[in-house]
């Protein structure tokens, strides 16, 4: 099972030291990746319909692949994994440039995670419409293998279009795309399309949606067999916590585990790194 840390981004105030030493310390820890959850757009909830979703107008991200591009300088190593994207409210091809650009330049190191999110302001800022972002997302999905592997498109979808054209330079490789989330939808949507799954909680919880997401790979006619199921330890509130969430998602079958810092009332980034840092030594 590779395991790998998730970018504590809303505790460290958009520190670009904090991204350097963290990015920097997930390398020389051993892990195998590093994961970024993805926010364009803050906004308040007190609003109709209200916001329900974790996260406010205070909350600070960094972008993920600005990011990524950023630590593939200054690593060797590592993956990295947006966990995830929120894919609906981007446009189709830029999305697959702005991919393959960063899997080319940090030597094929890009996981691509996507969802569809939940804050409806977010996408009024980007200009795409929230009711219909499953579709728009099972059709993106499909649209980007097809920018990666041909060198001559032209597409005619409910969302997207292109005549005759491409992305030049394109991957080496088939970029793999996992899906996230918490409804049938997403279970769907991985069963039907996805390389992997991302769950987030604890891992029984994650073993019930993984049966969801088995069940759909096979009304499919897909295999489970190096199907991706990666555990984000939300639920964990303690270094015990990870070593154990690890432990019983290792032995579930489970392939990929981010460790989550956020909300251990750590105060900068040294105190995440010493966190990691213990988690490491325990879970080899």
């Known amino acids: ?31 195998d990746h590093l994961l970024a959850y993805d926010h ?14 974790p996260y406010t ?19 060797e190593r590592i993956e990295f994994a947006t966990g995830v994207i929120i894919l609906p409210q981007r446009q189709t091809a830029l999305v697959a440039k702005q991919v393959t650009d960063l899997d080319l330049l940090s030597g094929e190191r890009l996981r691509l995670g996507v969802g569809v999110g939940w804050n409806y302001v977010e996408y009024d800022a980007l200009g795409q419409d ?10 993106q999905i499909e649209l980007l293998r097809r920018y990666w592997s041909e060198p001559l498109l032209s597409f005619e979808g409910r969302f997207d279009r292109i005549d005759r054209g491409n992305i030049n330079p394109r991957p080496r490789r088939r970029v793999p795309i996992w899906i996230g989330g918490f409804v049938e939808a997403a279970f769907r949507r991985g069963g ?23 069940h759909h790979l096979s009304e499919a006619g897909r295999s489970s067999e190096g199907y991706g199921r990666e555990l984000i330890t939300i639920a964990a509130r303690s270094v015990d916590d990870c070593c154990k969430a690890a432990d019983e998602w290792r032995a579930a ?11 251990m009332d750590l105060d900068s980034a040294d105190a995440h ?12």
Do not use: C, N
């Open 40 to 53: 364009v757009v803050g906004a308040t909830h007190d609003r109709s319909p209200e916001l329900w979703g």
């Open 130 to 139: 929230f009711s219909t972002r499953g579709a728009r997302a099972d059709e």
């Open 57 to 75: 107008d205070q909350h600070p991200f960094h972008d993920p692949f600005v990011m990524f591009a950023y630590l593939a300088g200054m690593t």
């Open 253 to 263: 079958g489970g392939t990929h585990l981010s460790v989550v810092t956020m909300g």
């Open 1 to 31: 099972m590779k395991i790998g840390v998730v970018y504590p981004q809303i505790e460290l105030g958009g520190d670009p030291e904090a991204v350097r030493a963290i990015g920097r310390a997930t390398e020389a820890l051993g892990y």
């Open 273 to 284: 790194i010493d966190f990691i840092s213990q988690v490491r030594e325990r879970v080899a």
């Open 192 to 214: 039907r399309l996805g390389d992997g799954f991302m769950f987030a909680g604890d891992p029984a919880g994650a073993l019930e949606q993984w049966k969801r997401v088995e």
